[in-house]
């Protein structure tokens, strides 16, 4: 299991628009028929990693909690189906359905929308404010599969909270730590 940490996203930073098929209903959405009233958390996961496996549950817990209150969940699997094929977009809504996913589960197929977040891991959280602009990129807490620490999500709570309080962002931000990003081979 290679650790990957994820890469530089800056505060204050505008999130990138996309169009990504939702693999629950095969509609495609943009950003913006997406995004939260109050903001906006994007996860770069998939469906094989042993990172994200273990956080799963928390991320629906959250997301019920925190939807509720203007905050949207939106996660994206960016990862090459050829050569990892548990992460086909059929098997992306199986899992969503076996999850209970209360967010849409967008697959980007051209790898665009990583490369445009500067993505490097999964599972990698990205919270973005009301006019979506970038107040957290980190971890969700301090658990790793095998590491004995009870997963929490506490650092990415906080920065949801600090959302819904009016409070400045984070500045301890640590980043986030998972598989890589499976990118396909340019061979060109």
């Not at 009233?37 to 469906?47: L, P, Q, S, W, Y």
């Amino acid at each position: 299991m290679a650790r990957t940490e994820s890469n530089e996203f800056k505060i204050g930073e505008k999130a990138p628009d996309f169009n990504l098929i939702n693999t629950i209903d095969d509609e495609i959405y943009a950003l913006n028929d997406l995004k939260g009233d109050k903001g906006t958390v994007i996860m770069f996961i998939c469906n094989h990693c042993p990172f994200v496996i273990h956080v799963n549950a928390e991320l629906v817990k959250m997301a019920n909690e925190y939807e509720q209150k203007g905050i949207r969940f939106i996660a994206i699997s960016s990862n090459d189906v050829e050569n990892y094929p548990q992460d086909a977009p059929h098997l992306m809504k199986e899992l969503a359905a076996q999850e209970k996913y209360s967010f849409p589960y967008l697959y980007d197929e051209t790898q665009e929308v990583a490369k445009a977040y500067n993505a490097a891991c999964t599972p990698d959280f990205y919270v973005f404010d009301a006019d979506l602009k970038s107040v957290y990129h980190g971890q969700l807490d301090d658990s790793r599969p095998g590491n004995g620490k009870p997963v929490t999500g506490i650092d990415l709570r906080k920065s949801l909270n600090n959302i819904l309080e009016n409070k400045n962002p984070t500045e301890n931000q640590k980043p986030s730590v998972g598989c890589g990003i499976k990118w396909k081979i340019n061979l060109n």
